[in-house]
């Protein structure tokens, strides 16, 4: 099921998106990981991590960074912001944490199109 989702993310995204680098799926039980690297386009890199139990996404990391590997934004679902309004959803830009409503590659992939549109 993670892969045929991944498979259409990747499809309705490709337009921006480069290559799929480093992709690792592992299941144990019910859970199971996602881990991939998106080259895109314009040379940024898309680094994904989701860990799902039983078919829900319990845990997140996007980070979208420059060719040098610099933070352009990072959004995550760690409890460790209590102050956002949308927490624990939240996302890094430069040394500011923000509310989030990208909670999945498929939103942090459009926020990323939208912006370099």
Do not use: C
């Not at 991590?49 to 959004?75: N, P």
Request: no cysteine.
């Amino acid at each position: 099921m993670m892969q045929a989702s991944l498979r259409n993310t990747l499809d309705v995204y490709a337009d921006i998106i480069e290559d799929v680098e480093d992709l690792e799926i592992t299941q144990k039980n019910v859970v199971s990981r996602l881990k991939v690297k998106l080259r895109l386009f314009d040379g940024s890199m898309l680094w994904v991590r989701e860990v799902w139990v039983k078919g829900e996404m319990v845990a997140y990391s996007y980070y979208w960074l420059r060719s040098d590997e610099t933070v352009i934004i990072g959004w995550d679902n760690a409890p460790h912001h209590n102050g956002v309004e949308t927490f624990p959803h939240h996302k890094h830009i430069n040394d500011r944490v923000e509310d989030s409503q990208e909670r999945s590659m498929r939103n942090v992939l459009q926020f990323i199109k939208n912006f370099l549109a």
